[in-house]
């Protein structure tokens, strides 16, 4: 479940819109929120929920260092479907434009409970890059599958975008790439 919570955080934080959750979702909390007690801050002794805790902060991080996702978060052109329609393999792929002079950051959801090791994703660039945030990463309690860090576009069409790379998917898990500076 928490695997669930951590791939639909950092979907809904790259969305566009403001972010709004409950009172203990940034934990993990498993009894709803009451006005009358405190959360469970117990949970956070568990390295599941610990995991949520620590990808709530690093959403935060990544969010105010990618201008894309707030700079022009009320405009429709920041925002493109790279592959909304991957329902056999349970994927959705975006990418966030940016004010000019900053970097795009694209967005992929697997929501399914299964690796997709030689996923062919489209990109608005070829070039080199960075794995900002995987919620699979084994500092979230996740089982560690990723890209190591990078991936490398090459040009071709795929998915309407005029670049793509061979990525990592992993299970139940959100990643976002940005590109490297040249």
């Given amino acids: 479940?928490?695997?669930?919570?951590?791939?639909?955080?950092?979907?809904?934080?790259?969305?566009?819109?403001?972010?709004?959750?409950?009172?203990?979702?940034?934990?993990?909390?498993?009894?709803?929120?009451?006005?009358?007690?405190?959360?469970?801050?117990?949970?956070?002794?568990?390295?599941?929920?610990?995991?949520v805790h620590d990808l709530m902060r690093d959403l935060n991080r990544a969010y105010v260092d990618s201008p894309a996702i707030w700079s022009r978060d009320d405009e429709a052109a920041s925002f493109a479907w790279i592959n909304a329609n991957d329902a056999?393999?349970?994927?959705?792929?975006?990418?966030?434009?940016?004010?000019?002079?900053?970097?795009?950051l694209v967005c992929v959801a697997n929501f399914a409970a299964t690796p997709h090791g030689d996923y062919r994703l489209g990109l608005p660039s070829a070039g080199r890059w960075d794995e900002v945030l995987n919620t699979d990463a084994a500092g979230y309690a996740g089982s560690g599958v990723g890209n190591l860090g990078t991936i490398e576009a090459v040009a071709g069409d795929q998915d309407g975008q005029p670049a793509y790379a061979t990525v990592v998917l992993p299970p139940l898990a959100t990643v976002w790439f940005r590109k490297r500076a040249e």
């Fill in 1 to 51: 479940q928490l695997a669930n919570v951590r791939a639909f955080l950092a979907y809904m934080w790259a969305h566009p819109g403001k972010q709004l959750i409950f009172m203990g979702a940034e934990l993990g909390q498993e009894s709803e929120w009451a006005e009358a007690r405190e959360l469970d801050w117990w949970l956070l002794e568990h390295s599941e929920h610990r995991g």
């Fill in 88 to 104: 056999g393999r349970n994927v959705f792929s975006f990418v966030r434009h940016g004010t000019e002079g900053s970097t795009d």
